[in-house]
């Protein structure tokens, strides 16, 4: 793990898009193989300790206190329109930074397993799918190649999208305060 946190870059330096990283964690979720390059995380933690929080959209789990700081933790199978999987002793979650508007944010995700860091060579990644996979296309960055098997690599800035997870939330609260001012039938 500090041979990862070591490879990391300082938020502050901008990574263009020709150099992406070749080093990816690998996570499952469900039974599919996911990866997000290793300049985006962190670090890894064990999956407790998480508190709700009222009106937030379902694919946010709630907050947890990392160090003091507060870190909102997002599942991914929910975020992707999927049924949440079951928490296990496996489940992790992994700690990201992502793109904001003007500034970097932190934020934990709901993995069912981590699996290890891979070396993916660029010429091993496909471009996403137009089609065919269970996710939204603009969430995937490629497609990685690794021993004869296919790994979703994903864009966590789109994939994370804070705009987008807050347009969900409004929607979320919208809508259950439109169920509790309804009249109750008599």
């Given at each position: 793990m500090n041979a990862l946190l070591r490879t990391r870059q300082?938020?502050?330096?901008?990574?263009?898009?020709?150099?992406?990283?070749?080093q990816y964690l690998t996570f499952m979720l469900a039974d599919e193989q996911f990866?997000?390059?290793?300049?985006?995380?962190?670090?890894?933690?064990?999956?407790?300790?998480v508190t709700e929080v009222p009106m937030m959209p379902a694919c946010v789990?709630?907050?947890?206190?990392?160090?003091?700081a507060v870190v909102p933790v997002m599942d991914l199978q929910a975020r992707f329109g999927r049924p949440s999987s079951a928490t296990t002793k496996r489940t992790c979650v992994v700690i990201v930074e992502v793109a904001g508007a003007d500034e970097r944010h932190v934020i934990g995700l709901v993995v069912d397993a981590v699996n290890e860091v891979l070396d993916i060579a660029a010429s091993?990644?496909?471009?996403?799918?137009?089609?065919?996979?269970?996710?939204?296309?603009?969430?995937?960055?490629?497609v990685g190649k690794v021993r004869g098997k296919f790994v979703l690599l994903l864009d966590v800035d789109r994939a994370l999208s804070?705009?987008?997870?807050?347009?969900?939330?409004?929607?979320?609260?919208?809508?259950?305060a439109g169920q509790s001012n309804e009249p109750v039938a008599a």
């Amino acid at each position: 793990m500090n041979a990862l946190l070591r490879t990391r870059q300082p938020a502050a330096v901008a990574t263009p898009a020709s150099a992406e990283p070749d080093q990816y964690l690998t996570f499952m979720l469900a039974d599919e193989q996911f990866a997000i390059g290793i300049l985006n995380i962190k670090e890894i933690i064990e999956y407790h300790g998480v508190t709700e929080v009222p009106m937030m959209p379902a694919c946010v789990r709630g907050v947890i206190n990392l160090r003091g700081a507060v870190v909102p933790v997002m599942d991914l199978q929910a975020r992707f329109g999927r049924p949440s999987s079951a928490t296990t002793k496996r489940t992790c979650v992994v700690i990201v930074e992502v793109a904001g508007a003007d500034e970097r944010h932190v934020i934990g995700l709901v993995v069912d397993a981590v699996n290890e860091v891979l070396d993916i060579a660029a010429s091993d990644i496909e471009p996403p799918p137009s089609f065919g996979a269970r996710i939204r296309s603009d969430f995937i960055h490629g497609v990685g190649k690794v021993r004869g098997k296919f790994v979703l690599l994903l864009d966590v800035d789109r994939a994370l999208s804070l705009d987008e997870i807050a347009e969900l939330g409004a929607a979320a609260a919208a809508e259950e305060a439109g169920q509790s001012n309804e009249p109750v039938a008599a």
